[in-house]
């Protein structure tokens, strides 16, 4: 049987290597155009994402106020751009109190984006939007 101190001994160090393990270079999980990226057409996309996206292509107005904001990439899960080059944008999930965990990021012009990303799951993955 473990002690006190043994007992925090050891659960300091799994929380060590979480915290390793979470700030682990995501090279390994990176994404993009050359590498692969899958893709999803426009109209597969939920209703909510197709409205959002068309928002977009509108300049607006959108529902919420982070809308439009700079994305930061820090997931590096997109191609390798300078800081400002991508937007996000929140589409809605009917019942939710928050804005949810889907959005659309996109690169380029905000009226005529290079390229939009789908994500259903608050950037853990993207999928580019093929028009």
């Not at 930061?72 to 999930?93: D, F």
């Amino acid at each position: 049987m473990l002690r006190g101190s043994e007992v925090k001994l050891v659960l300091t160090g799994l929380l060590l290597l979480v915290g390793l393990a979470v700030n682990a270079p995501v090279q390994a999980r990176e994404t993009g155009p050359a590498t692969g990226m899958a893709a999803v057409p426009l109209a597969e996309l939920p209703k909510p994402a197709r409205e959002t996206y068309r928002l977009i292509q509108l300049g607006g107005p959108f529902p919420y106020e982070k809308d439009g904001t700079v994305f930061g990439n820090r997931e590096r899960l997109l191609p390798a751009e300078k800081r400002g080059y991508y937007r996000e944008y929140t589409v809605t999930t009917p019942g939710a109190r928050t804005r949810g965990v889907q959005r659309i990021v996109c690169g380029g012009a905000p009226r005529a984006p290079d390229a939009c990303y789908y994500t259903a799951d608050h950037y853990t993955s993207f999928r580019r939007i093929e028009p």
